[in-house]
């Protein structure tokens, strides 16, 4: 057997393509590609305005500019991601604390989060960042509704879960990210996740005033657009009127972006169907937990994850037969950077009980049948002998 990676990129020939041709064309960054892949991810996740960025971090840093953090103000997020969810809180020199997660979804713990919301004058926190881990959608109306009690800006943290929704109490379905409930969502197009363009990423939303500022945070801040301009000079003229980066994405990764995000309900319905044999592999097992899916059809499944006594065991186990599973995440709390940061003693057993089970099992559209039986036969041999 090949080695067996926990997930990994699906590059067509339409892909490659694809690439050629803007690589053919005038414009290799800041051309129209990059506006017509806004427009399409906008569409996929029913949001209205998509930016699109240099990675899912560049997205989470200028969503927290465009939600205004400053020094010393407070967010909320799980310790159950990576780091950079956390970490965008801290470019704006904020403080970020953490919820514990819910042992069903793995999610941030919505009844803990009222809790420590309750405990506190209002205002000590200025917003949450839920992360719709391993593409378990969060139901964001209820954050909605508790952001609202409590003043809370909301970033959803999406990059798990393009494609993925949730039932509403309507019994409407809200795509992760659509821009209904929270003020700005965040996606990643790292190859592991479900959209690959080398580095990308892209936040959307339905609010026009966030959309222009990330526009022009996304290029140094600078405008063409008369409209923001104090004066004007000619063709030549633009101006700096705010502090802004480069974190745009070039035309080549944004082809890409196009090619691949018209096969994504394809990958999306192979990572569904790889999930669904998994679970019928493991149910019955005492030994394996398997993920909590509260409805099969939403779950966006960037990872397939279970709990399992001896992870460490099987990991190596498996390593040994050529398969390389994952762990995600280590607790973003317990990681040095967060332990040496004041008044920072966290409570989060849920999260540390989870990390020391959990195993991320190979996931990616491409995972043959074959490939996955083989997965299958020796996480069940480790866990029966
Ligand atoms: C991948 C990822 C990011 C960061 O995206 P990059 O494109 O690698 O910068 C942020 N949050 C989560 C949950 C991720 O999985």
Request: charged letters at 20%.
């Amino acid at each position: 057997m090949k080695p067996i990676s926990y997930g990994r990129q699906f590059i067509s020939d339409e892909d490659i393509n694809a690439v050629i041709q803007v690589l053919k064309s005038d414009f290799l960054t800041q051309g129209p590609t990059i506006q017509h892949f806004e427009k399409e991810f906008a569409k996929y996740v029913d949001a209205k305005y998509a930016v699109a960025v240099a990675n899912g971090t560049a997205a989470l840093h200028l969503s927290a500019m465009a939600l205004n953090v400053q020094p010393g103000d407070k967010w909320l997020t799980t310790p159950i991601t990576f780091v950079a969810s956390a970490n965008c809180i801290r470019y704006c020199g904020g403080e970020i604390d953490f919820i514990d997660i819910d042992s069903k979804t793995y999610c941030i713990d919505i009844v803990k989060l009222e809790e420590k919301l309750k405990s506190v004058p209002k205002g000590t926190y200025k917003g949450i960042i839920p992360v719709d881990f391993a593409g378990y959608p969060v139901n964001m109306e209820e954050i909605r509704s508790l952001a609202n009690d409590y003043d809370l800006k909301i970033i959803e943290d999406a990059c798990h879960a393009p494609g993925g929704f949730f039932v509403d109490n309507q019994g409407t379905n809200q795509k992760c990210g659509n821009g209904q409930f929270a003020d700005l969502a965040i996606f990643s197009f790292h190859p592991v996740k479900h959209i690959a363009t080398g580095e990308g990423g892209m936040i959307t939303t339905n609010n026009k005033e966030l959309y222009e500022k990330l526009c022009l945070y996304r290029t140094h801040g600078i405008t063409r657009n008369e409209d923001q301009m104090s004066e004007n000079h000619g063709g030549w003229y633009y101006q700096m009127i705010e502090l802004g980066y480069n974190y745009r994405l070039s035309d080549i990764q944004a082809a890409l972006g196009i090619s691949q995000l018209s096969r994504a309900d394809i990958g999306l319905n192979a990572r569904q169907e790889i999930a669904q044999r998994y679970n019928q592999a493991f149910t019955k097992n005492d030994h394996i937990q398997t993920p909590f899916v509260a409805n099969e059809a939403n779950h966006a499944y960037h990872l397939y994850i279970i709990q399992i006594d001896d992870r460490k065991g099987l990991y190596e186990y498996l390593r040994k037969h050529n398969i390389f599973s994952q762990v995600h995440y280590v607790p973003v709390h317990t990681m040095p950077y967060y332990k040496n940061q004041e008044n920072t003693k966290h409570d989060l057993p849920i999260a540390e009980t989870y990390y020391d089970h959990c195993l991320s099992l190979p996931m990616y559209p491409t995972l043959t049948i074959n490939e996955q039986n083989y997965v299958i036969d020796k996480v069940l041999d480790f866990v029966n002998s």
